[in-house]
Structures are given as C-alpha cells and as structure tokens.
C-alpha cells in the first residue's frame, strides 16, 4: 500500500504502509515492520508513535514490544471524519467570503446579483449554508415537485431552531397531501418550532435567508431541472421578501388547517382538520390523501361536517365555522 490515499487523510509519511503491515500482521514488533517497510528502526518507531496518537495501533496487552491494529472501519473512518469536518468549515468560510465579495460587488457590477447554481451536490451545500448561517430567520415556499424524496427530518433545521433561528414556511396544498409528508415531516417540524402555513397554490418554491440570500430551484413544467438561481441583494431580493410576506398574510395557519393537537380525540377533531384543509384549498382528493381516508370516507365526513354547520355550499360551511370559532 502506497502512502498517497492516507496521506491525502494528514497522515505523515511512511505512516499509511506501517499501519496496512500491521494490518497483515498484527503482533508485529517495530523491528518487524521496518523490514516490511524498508525503514530503519527509528523511522518504524516514530510511525507507530504517530498512529498510536491518530488511535490506529496498540501495543499488544501481554507482550508490549508488539502492536495491534486497530480495526481500518474505526481507525480510518475516524480520519475522514476530521477530514470531512475541516472540509465543511472550509466551504462555509468560502461561502462566506462569497458573500462579502458579492456585496462588494453588486455596487459596480450587477451581474452579481443573480448567480447560477448547477448540479444537486452544488444546491445541497447552499442550503446546507444558508440554515447554518442565517442569524435571524429562514422562510420558504414549499412545493412539489421536488428533485428528493421531501418526507425527511432535517437534524440542522432542528438545531438551529433551539438555537433560537426562527423558521416560517408556506406550504402549498400539494406539498401538505404529498403520502407521508404531512405527519412524518411538516407535523414534525411545527413541534420542532417551525410557523408552518398553507397556501392553496404557491407561486415558486424558495427559501430566503434573513433578508440578505434567496434560492428558488429553476423549474420547466412539472420537472425541477438540476440547477437553481442565487438571489443577492438587490432589488429583486426585496421584491421576493414582499412576495413572501403577502402570501404569509393570505395563508392559513397550519394549526387551523389541522385543529388543536390538544383536541385531537374529541368528537368534532375530524371536522376541524377538514374544514382547515377545505379552507387551504385542497381538493377532495388532496385532503383524503393527506389525512389517510379514502374518497368515500372523505365525501361521508364532509357530508356530515356541512350537516352540522347546516350548510348547503362549503363557502356557507366556510362562513358558519368562523362565526363558531373553528376558524
């Protein structure tokens, strides 16, 4: 084995072909390995002294003159992993001067402004960037379709919101009735913190940070094509910021959509997630599959839901629920 692959992990030379000797054949004594290695005696001594330090080798319980490996899952999976941490630190610093440099710019150059993101790995680092680096708050418009599967829990999202970072998100009515998204991800990450909203329809899909960054993935038709746009400061940014907030204003609160968790088991906790949902917008057939009924069951609760209202239209069941407060 050639040092190059170790070292590329910051593992001094001739280090990586002591560690594979000592992998085939463990118990070996620093004399051993020298041999194996074409090294003198104190060139084995100091490697087995550095891998000792990374936690790649032991000495051998009963005899110390000899070593042990330790196991390459752990010992060198424990190097990627450092490595992989300064890379990230490495990317958010650019990222950052990124930033500076832009802002600097924008004044003399607005080409600036606007920037071109291509390739998935591209995109995620960004988005990875702007929650990590937000200071005050992240808004989004959610909606299909999507380039990942969307029903996952962003571990980032729910440190940074204990960390205070305030998260306010428009979901449009085929984002909430997309299988699973509702109670394995959205549901979640209201518990998390997270001001949910739902708009009937959405006019992009976004996500802004603060008020300084915004990304809106470039779509054609039904499909979301691998790249996105990178909105700086500018004239344009501040005109997505109103955006986001006159759709904040028109849309219904997730909690009203869905009704109170704390009343979940009484009788009429169907009825208000119905009528939260009708008042988002949603088709039957969005609301039967986000909340898991089927087209009959749907049709029957609505049935009995304008009943109770004495509603004849679902605009009077609309109007008879917030005169009741349901709304």
Avoid at 204 to 227: F, N, Y
């Amino acid at each position: 084995m050639s040092d190059a692959p170790l070292s590329a992990l910051g593992l001094a030379a001739p280090d990586g072909r002591v560690y594979a000797a000592l992998v085939a054949n463990p118990q070996s004594t620093a004399e051993d390995l020298a041999v194996a290695c074409g090294l003198t005696l104190q060139q084995s001594v100091r490697a087995l002294d550095r891998l000792a330090q990374h936690g790649m080798a032991t000495r051998a319980p009963v005899d110390r003159h000899r070593f042990l490996p330790v196991a390459p899952d752990v010992a060198i999976g424990t190097l990627i992993g450092h490595r992989e941490s300064e890379l990230r630190h490495a990317r958010a610093e650019m990222h950052r001067l990124m930033d500076a440099f832009r802002e600097a710019s924008r004044y003399t150059d607005p080409a600036h402004s606007v920037e071109v993101l291509t390739g998935g790995e591209a995109i995620a680092q960004r988005l990875e960037h702007i929650t990590e680096t937000s200071q005050y708050q992240v808004r989004g418009f959610d909606c299909p379709p999507y380039i990942q599967d969307p029903v996952a829990n962003i571990p980032l999202q729910r440190r940074r919101m204990k960390e205070g970072l305030r998260f306010r998100t428009i979901y449009d009515r085929e984002a909430v009735a997309w299988p699973g998204r509702l109670e394995k991800n959205i549901l979640v990450g209201v518990a998390d913190g997270e001001e949910a909203r739902v708009r009937p329809v959405l006019p992009m899909k976004m996500i802004m940070s603060d008020d300084r960054m915004a990304i809106i993935p470039i779509s054609v038709g039904d499909s979301v094509l691998d790249a996105a746009y990178v909105i700086h400061p500018s004239a344009l940014l501040q005109a997505l910021d109103t955006l986001f907030e006159a759709e904040w204003e028109r849309a219904v609160q997730l909690q009203a959509a869905l009704g109170a968790a704390e009343e979940a088991l009484e009788p009429e906790a169907d009825h208000r997630k119905l009528l939260g949902l009708l008042a988002a917008g949603l088709t039957d057939e969005s609301i039967a599959r986000s909340l898991g009924w089927s087209a009959r069951t749907t049709q029957r609760r609505l049935q009995s839901l304008m009943r109770e209202l004495g509603a004849t239209t679902r605009f009077q069941a609309g109007m008879a629920a917030r005169e009741r407060g349901w709304l």
